[in-house]
């Protein structure tokens, strides 16, 4: 007679800095990651993953699922910076699927984040089924781009006055962190980066992210005010049939104005051998398809979600950042799993600053989480988020939201996390 098998308990806790290796090589196994192409990627994130916020789940001894969270300062409209817990390295092994390691590992997360007084959690998702029923929203989205580049596609006149000016890896770990952080004033959906962030994340280059292409250029465009923008590109060397067909692949652009914006991408569109661009992450109010003399060499290849939002502490949340318009709604959030607030809220806006407290009656408005982090950053609008059943409520109160949410400047998150 055959015996039963041994049956552990699951438990989840915080992990100590001895498990880290463990927590990793969880993380590279369902991620399908080969360990031998990145020899760096412990070192780099004993320097950038909070141990203390690193939570995993274990049978026995045996690690079998991970979750941590980078503590993210978040630029919301208006320019207020709103502290907020980024979830990251979410992973459980194929082995335990299905057995609610997940759930505990998110409210783990969650009931950490709130500790630590962080009004919202956001992450990128691998999986975009996974995370709406956690009350993630998507709250900022960007578009792939494929330029047709070369000379006259950008008038030569604009951005005028401003000179390109490339720079080592010393020299841009020294000078693009300043320019980073004053646009982040500029635009919502950018969070600050700490210098081993950079160190590690922008500048280091990794050669298995190559994949056959050049280091990371960084350049600045320099003028009598001093640095006002960086673009960082990797090339990648063809022809065809005896003609130029090399590529340039823009990794991050930011600028301080629109004239440091203008010959940026002039630079990365006018490189001799180089005519074809692709950029993965522009901001969807992007300014180069009316930048180009020809509307239809800038081709919007597909829009993709880049930053998904939890609003957790909703009164800290909604009243740190402006709105476009004055009013008042009252708000009943429904459908929520793992909610620590009351259900319905009344949101108060006066010359664009906002008060949001508990609320009883009726309400003008009925939305879930999720659809309430998509709101949050102006990204989405309220009247869009209606037509798709996900807000309900008088047409007149829907309109009130669609103005009061709406922000001039579109969000945009520089990277995934």
Known sequence: MRSSPTV???????????ELPAVMACVLDVFGSDPAADPQVLERMRALVPVPRTFAAFDGAALVAT??????????????????????????????????????????????????????????????????????????????????AGDGLID?????????????????????????AAACAQRPGMYARSLDWWRWRRIADRPFARR??????????????????????????????????????????????ADAEAALWRHVTTLDLFPRVSVANAAVDCPLPWLASDYRRVVRRRRVDTLWLRIDD??????????AADGAVTFALGGEQGA????????VVEDGVAACA????????????????????????????????R???????????????????????????
């Open 314 to 323: 909703v009164a800290a949340a909604l009243g740190s950042r402006r709105y």
């Open 212 to 257: 056959g292409r050049s280091p990371r250029r960084h350049v600045v465009v320099r003028g009598a005010g001093g640095d006002r923008g960086y673009v960082v590109y990797r090339q990648q060397l063809a022809f065809d049939d005896g003609r130029p067909a090399g590529s340039v692949d823009v990794e991050e652009l930011v600028a301080l104005d």
């Open 67 to 148: 979750a941590s969270a980078y503590s993210l300062a978040l630029t919301v409209c208006g320019g207020a910076i709103v502290p907020t817990g980024g979830l990251t390295i979410v992973t459980v092994r194929p082995t335990h699927r299905r057995r609610g390691l997940l759930r505990r590992l998110i409210a783990a997360h969650l009931a950490d984040s709130r500790a630590r007084g962080e009004a919202m959690s956001g992450l990128y998702a691998s999986d975009g089924s996974i995370y709406g029923r956690f009350g993630y929203g998507v709250a900022v989205e960007s578009d792939e781009l494929a330029v047709v």
């Open 8 to 18: 552990t308990e699951l438990t989840v806790r915080a992990i100590t800095e001895a």
């Open 156 to 180: 030569p006149g604009a951005g005028a006055g401003l000179s390109p000016v490339g720079l080592g890896d010393d020299e841009a770990l020294a000078t693009l962190p300043a320019i980073y």
């Open 340 to 347: 620590a607030d009351a259900a319905t809220w009344r949101l």
């Open 358 to 389: 508990p609320a009883t009656g009726a309400a003008d408005v009925t939305l879930d989480r999720a659809t309430l982090g998509s709101l949050y950053l102006g990204g989405v609008r309220a009247a869009a988020l209606a037509q798709a059943g």
């Open 391 to 417: 807000i309900t409520g008088q047409p007149a109160a829907v309109a009130l939201v669609d103005r009061m949410f709406a922000w001039p400047v579109a969000p945009w998150c520089a990277e995934q996390f």
